[in-house]
């Protein structure tokens, strides 16, 4: 184990920052907070959906939670509920795999309206960590989501 | 960045005291631990579902556990799940905001029986980090449970 | 508070891969990894279901992944959605509780297949941690899931 301590500290830093940054996606969302979504990202990052859509920039993330989709399941009800997620930091740069599952209030019950993997890239900038890139796929038995899940190219747990 | 090692490792050792301690709730809830989910907070700590009840105290907020409702939750069989929460870090105060969800057996089948947003205040004591007060409310589409998740005021993600 | 920072970063460190052990079962289970799930454990590590049964080792523990049951399961499209854990570290050696569901995709919808307690029992090893045994049992009613969740002896909330 490395004696350096500072540099010790900071890769705690580092992950800790990553694990609050993508655990504040959630609450954001279900806030309706489409400016502080955004803000997660760096300026010209991506969120795409696998076969659907991309979304690149602040101004286009920040319309995906104004825009009438998301508005009317806010209106139902809604938690965009996130697992805990795996991080392979590696210097400036960073991966995150976990899933996200959506759910959504339909009359008197509650339902799972979407489950999917995410896997999401990060970068060190001069105001902390932000997301570059966030793929999302839907976890309905097809290859794309476990592509996203699947651990970084010649990594291994921890 | 800060040179100064001993404050970054306390900020550190706070936000994963916080985190832990947030996680025990669940697993406390489900094994029926009434006085280990009291002391999780303060003495005259408080949780409060939005519009409904205030519960203050070790005693009122064991007795939650104590009572018939969450006594019938675990005869039927119940999951507290919570997901992962994002935190500010004030000196020797904190905010964490996050979801929670209660799963609950019914029959056959487990159905989502709650969904709602949480915001956790915590204080340091002498005795480690504890709840001051956890808000609670149904994610319903009203506007309670998106003030919950809102960015504590004047704060940005990180 | 200790003085000694090496042992106070070891003890994050310690921390810190623990829960991102933990954070890597979801992802790898549903992209299908299963000599990445094997290597979670030690070598001859066990992962129990309550009354059921027990796989011991990475080839028993890898099997499970390559088995009809989680190939059906990934087909249909499914979910190994976990909460947040509650780590106790003692050493070597450390216990972490927690929830974990499974979500599975049945015709247009998403159910809740099973909602399970865990408790991971880990060590220490010249490779990092690794989990030594991982008990589970269902959130059904039964005793075997609240004992799974309870505190372990003689600890309190941090």
């Known amino acids: 184990m490395s004696e350096d301590i500072p540099a010790r ?3 705690l ?3 800790d920052a990553i694990r609050d940054l ?5 609450p954001l969302a279900d806030s309706g907070d489409a400016e ?6 760096v300026e010209d990052g991506a969120y795409a959906v696998g076969g659907m859509w991309e979304a690149r920039g602040h101004e286009a993330i920040a319309d995906l939670i104004r825009g009438p989709i998301h508005q009317q399941l806010m209106a139902d ?5 996130l697992g805990p997620v795996a991080i392979h930091l590696d210097g400036d740069h960073a991966i ?3 899933h996200g599952v959506l759910l959504r209030r339909q009359g008197d019950a509650n339902e799972i309206f979407r489950m999917s993997a995410n ?3 990060l970068v060190r900038t001069a105001d902390g960590w932000r997301v570059l890139r966030r793929d999302n796929a839907l976890l309905d038995g097809t290859e794309a989501a476990r592509v996203l899940l699947s651990l970084p190219t ?3 747990p921890q």
């Open 9 to 11: 500290i900071r890769a």
């Open 77 to 81: 009800g809604c938690a965009h509920l």
């Open 119 to 121: 896997r999401w890239e």
């Open 36 to 41: 502080g979504i955004a803000a997660l990202w």
């Open 22 to 26: 993508i655990a504040g996606y959630g």
């Open 13 to 15: 830093e580092d992950r």
């Open 154 to 156: 010649g990594r291994h």
């Open 96 to 98: 995150a795999r976990g």
